[in-house]
């Protein structure tokens, strides 16, 4: 249930970000899903592919600084108060996160969730019946 | 051990007595044989009978590295070319080479200094030394070769590189000191452990490494991967090469060889003698040396000097490892600042890498420090509140370090141009003429 993340750390410099999915364009890479925390100076762009291993090696050979994250994809019902189902489960378990973002797949909305403790993510949300994404479904 | 214990633990009056005499000698060597000299000391209305002690230095001008450009090839010579025995030169990165010469004499006096520099640190006939300093025009192969000699250690004189070899030779010789630059040494210990090497082979006990600068974070990186004591060695060839100062077995700074070269810090921008304890620009006399003595030789390295008896019995002058080039001095907001103070800052956090530029600039008449810093390639963290509390943390500690608040900028790995260079070390905006 674990995914793999990758990570990409981004100097706020024009055009750096084109270049980055110019990238995964030519090599026909699609990204499930896709997020920036970004800073003054710099910004990490966090994002998910069917195959993050040769993506990796691929982002590093063309001078990206670029790291895998395991995160936890979990399937959101599409209707008010189905965000709120699954934090309340994480809170009540005292699980952390470090941070979020929604993305949109064929189930309706995804959240994927960073925690340092992916594996208690999982066993808590399965414990209370949230669906959870496989990296195969991806 | 002491090689020489009547001059190294000298009675210091005895000792100024001894370079009062050779220094009125020198003077008088300089103004007859050398023109440039000769104008210099006339221009200030000296002539070699008004200098009879070494409180007088003061009053001599100064010698720079332009100087001896100016006079390329051998117009700073005082000796001539009959009895000179050996010509060496530096690399000319800014247009000609500097030359210097030596005689016969001065060989000798290169060899007293390189053995007791190898003395210092316990090197006797019972090691087997390997040099890999290069051999040729550069003074550090062949200035440790005679002095290793002269203690008479037995000498691998493999000179620099083919890295396979010297480890071969390390192992069958039995190897027990190395001499070479830090950073070949830090590369020597990484072959030893990406061969997969079994260290029990290897037999070195010390290393003897100068010729460039080095932290002592990087001293204690080379030590671990070789197994060894590292120390640091000084010289540079307009002096004699290596062997002006050794550091023994105390690592408390540097002794220097004042019976024959005195050294004087000054302020680099005054240059006004300073008083010792304080940092300033490192200046030599040379009172002994025949074929090319040299006067207040300004080394442009930043540094300071202690006096008092050393643990080990020594009572020359020691100097603290270089801070820096006075080529690279940065003053902001009327603080001194060298770039490998912030180098020593970033070794020791591993999260970043030691690879950073320095932008000055002035707003609003006030100078800013922008230090661009890498991000390690492999140990960042994606979330944005570890790399805050890095670039927080950096910021805390250069501002420990140099008393003064940096901006911090983290930036993408390998953005920062590799090179020891001023021009991308440090970008300085500010229109100060």
Not at chain 1, 6 to 34: C, D, H, P, W, Y
Not at chain 2, 145 to 152: D, F, N, S, T
Request: hydrophobic share 40%.
């Amino acid at each position: 249930m674990i995914i793999k993340q990758l990570s990409v750390f981004l100097q706020n410099k024009t055009g750096r970000l084109t270049e980055l999915t110019r990238i995964l364009s030519e090599n026909n890479i699609n990204m499930t899903a896709f997020s920036i925390a970004d800073t003054a100076d710099y910004g990490i762009v966090r994002f998910i592919v069917p195959q993050p291993e040769a993506t990796r090696t691929l982002l590093k050979e063309q001078g990206f600084s670029v790291n895998t994250t395991d995160v936890v994809c979990l399937i959101v019902p599409n209707e008010p108060g189905g965000l709120y189902r699954a934090l309340q489960v994480l809170s009540d378990n005292q699980v952390p996160v470090e941070y979020m973002y929604a993305f949109a797949s064929e189930n309706g909305a995804s959240v994927v969730i960073r925690s340092e403790s992916c594996e208690q993510v999982i066993e808590v949300l399965q414990a209370n019946k949230i669906q959870l994404m496989r990296a195969s479904e991806l | 051990m002491i090689w020489n214990e009547y001059i190294e633990a000298a009675d210091r009056d005895r000792l100024k007595r001894l370079q009062n005499e050779r220094l009125t000698e020198m003077i008088e060597r300089i103004y007859y044989n050398v023109p440039f000299y000769r104008k210099k000391l006339s221009e200030l209305g000296i002539e070699p009978r008004d200098i009879n002690s070494i409180d007088q230095l003061h009053k001599l001008p100064f010698t720079t590295k332009d100087d001896l450009r100016d006079n390329y090839p051998f117009g700073m010579f005082a000796a001539p070319q009959q009895q000179i025995v050996r010509l060496h030169a530096s690399s000319g990165t800014t247009g000609k080479p500097t030359v210097v010469g030596y005689t016969h004499n001065d060989l000798n006096i290169w060899s007293e200094v390189v053995a007791r520099a190898l003395t210092m640190v316990g090197v006797t006939r019972s090691d087997i030394i390997q040099i890999a300093y290069g051999y040729g025009l550069f003074t550090g192969g062949l200035g440790v070769h005679y002095g290793a000699e002269k203690v008479g250690a037995s000498v691998i004189p493999i000179s620099g590189g083919n890295t396979r070899k010297q480890l071969q030779l390390m192992m069958d010789f039995g190897s027990t000191v190395i001499a070479c630059t830090p950073s070949y040494a830090a590369h020597l210990g990484e072959s030893i452990a990406k061969e997969g090497i079994d260290r029990s082979k290897i037999k070195l006990r010390a290393g003897i490494f100068g010729a460039e600068p080095w932290t002592n974070e990087m001293r204690r990186q080379v030590e671990q991967l070789l197994g060894i004591k590292a120390y640091d060695i000084y010289g540079l060839s307009e002096i004699i090469g290596p062997g002006v100062a050794m550091e023994c077995e105390h690592q408390n700074g540097m002794h220097i060889f004042e019976d024959h070269f005195i050294p004087e810090i000054i302020d680099p921008v005054t240059l006004e003698v300073l008083p010792y304890g304080q940092v300033g620009e490192l200046v030599f006399t040379t009172i002994s040396k025949e074929a090319m003595p040299l006067l207040r030789y300004r080394t442009r390295d930043l540094t300071r000097l202690h006096i008092g008896k050393c643990a080990c019995g020594r009572t020359m002058v020691r100097m603290d490892k270089c801070l820096g080039r006075t080529d690279d001095m940065l003053i902001i907001r009327g603080v001194n600042v060298f770039p490998s103070q912030i180098e020593a800052v970033l070794l020791e956090m591993s999260e970043a890498s030691p690879h950073y530029q320095l932008v000055v600039d002035r707003e609003n008449n006030l100078d800013t420090l922008e230090i661009r810093v890498e991000i390690d390639d492999q140990f960042w963290s994606d979330e944005i509140r570890v790399l805050e509390n890095l670039r927080k943390q950096i910021q805390h500690n250069i501002a420990s370090a140099l008393g003064l608040t940096a901006r911090i900028k983290l930036v993408e790995p390998n953005t920062i141009a590799r090179s020891e260079g001023k021009a991308q070390r440090v970008i300085d905006n500010r229109k100060l003429v």
